[in-house]
């Protein structure tokens, strides 16, 4: 059983910086693409970044600019975050897409004050 374990949220000023990672706890073969995606209170979940193995990414444009995805040869991903705003809090979660299925994290609480 794979699971994702996600690091590095908390508690920061606006305008300040945090650097997440998502680190599978196997070696997990087949991946293609993996990315970060963020649920606010009462609102729908949505991506915020992706990542494919031959490195081409995509952000939302909320955050496009702010944010950096990134992964390393042992299927981490980073993702960093600067100039963070009040709106960017929620709940963050990694995912990491293979064929024939999708592994999530449980998700790490970002909270930025104004």
């Known amino acids: 059983q794979v699971e994702l374990v996600e690091s590095g949220g908390g508690l920061v000023q606006a305008g300040g910086s945090l650097r997440l990672s998502c680190r599978a706890s196997?070696?997990?073969?087949?991946?293609?693409?993996m990315g970060w995606y963020r649920q606010a209170p009462g609102k729908q979940r949505e991506q915020v970044a992706t990542?494919?193995?031959?490195?081409?990414t995509d952000y939302l444009d909320s955050v496009r600019g702010r944010f950096t995805i990134s992964r390393d040869l042992q299927n981490t991903v980073y993702l960093q975050m600067n100039t963070l705003k009040p709106e960017d809090t929620a709940v963050y979660s990694c995912?990491?897409?293979?064929?024939?299925?999708?592994?999530w994290g449980q998700g790490t609480q970002v909270t930025v004050s104004s």
């Open positions: 196997r070696s997990i073969l087949g991946v293609y693409a």
């Open positions: 990542i494919t193995v031959g490195g081409q």
């Open positions: 995912m990491i897409a293979t064929r024939p299925r999708n592994y």
